[in-house]
């Protein structure tokens, strides 16, 4: 497999076409953007932040990293990597893939390292500058960004796939940069996915989210996949990561975490859904970023 990274961009201030030059990319209003010495682009401009730091923190960051890098969650990522191969098999030519909400990069380099003759244009991008440096600094091979799902700093219909991975679905703005026929995977959590550490740290457990009833515009069902193992970890250390990467960390009250800081193993359940959805119709134009 070769891999480069993907190119397409497009100035988070007026969607204009962005083209590099030596370490700087610029549109031709004169907006421009450094590359950071890591090799990642900031394209998240100051106004369209919601906070000082958004996204995940540093330590959140670095506990995912650890988590990941042990493989505890590499049959997630073998069944990702395999739903794209067979999403993108039909593709002539170079094809290229976004992870939206890509964290430290663990599932993208997965992807990079497959070796199935696919010629691979790839692009992470996520809201955290913390995420976005730690996937720099581990793979140079795809576009790292900081920026938003929210507005993509991607060109209209320039991608061959989108991963959204436990992430924050926009699906206007996926529908925009896909090209017709694009697919979209995601991975989301099912009903049981680490209920028994859920059980430890809060009183009670809240009720499931209702289905989705209706398709989101643009897109179809083209299939659904479901993954079911129990993980078992050894060390407190691996337990604390896993907790401390999730949004339960900071959701559990106080003593819930202290239950959990006292365990020496655990035993969860992993139940992630893998759902395939296509691009649907003519695409979107020159709809403004964010539109």
């Not at 069902?221 to 079911?228: C, E, H, Q």
């Not at 106080?254 to 020496?264: F, H, V, W």
Request: hydrophobic fraction near 40%; proline fraction near 8%.
């Amino acid at each position: 497999m070769s891999v480069e990274p993907f190119s397409a961009l497009a100035c988070p201030l007026d969607g204009k076409p962005l083209n590099p030059d030596s370490t700087t990319w610029r549109c031709q209003d004169g907006h421009s953007f450094d590359v950071a010495r890591q090799g990642y682009i900031n394209l998240l401009p100051v106004q369209n932040k919601r906070s000082l730091q958004p996204g995940d923190s540093k330590e959140m960051v670095a506990a995912r990293q650890r988590f990941l890098n042990a493989g505890h969650y590499r049959p997630v990522a073998e069944a990702v990597r395999d739903s794209v191969i067979r999403a993108l098999a039909g593709n002539s030519g170079v094809v290229s893939c976004l992870d939206a909400g890509c964290g430290e990069g663990y599932y993208l380099r997965e992807l990079a390292a497959a070796d199935n003759g696919l010629a691979l244009s790839l692009i992470g991008l996520d809201i955290s500058k913390w995420a976005t440096l730690a996937a720099a600094k581990q793979d140079k091979r795809p576009r790292w960004l900081v920026g938003s799902n929210a507005g993509l700093p991607i060109l209209p219909g320039t991608l061959d796939c989108i991963l959204c991975l436990f992430g924050f679905p926009v699906y206007n703005e996926f529908a925009r940069v896909l090209k017709p026929g694009g697919m979209l995977i995601q991975a989301e959590a099912g009903p049981d996915h680490l209920r028994e550490l859920r059980e430890i740290i809060y009183p009670a457990l809240k009720p499931e989210k209702p289905a989705m009833e209706h398709e989101p515009e643009g897109f179809s069902i083209a299939g659904t996949d479901t993954l079911n193992f129990p993980l078992t970890l050894t060390h407190p250390e691996a337990i604390a990561d896993l907790l401390a990467m999730t949004p339960h960390f900071y959701r559990a009250p106080p003593e819930g975490r202290e239950r959990a800081a006292s365990l020496e193993m655990l035993t969860v359940t992993i139940q992630v859904n893998l759902i395939q959805r296509q691009r649907i119709g003519i695409p979107m134009g020159d709809r403004p970023i964010g539109y």
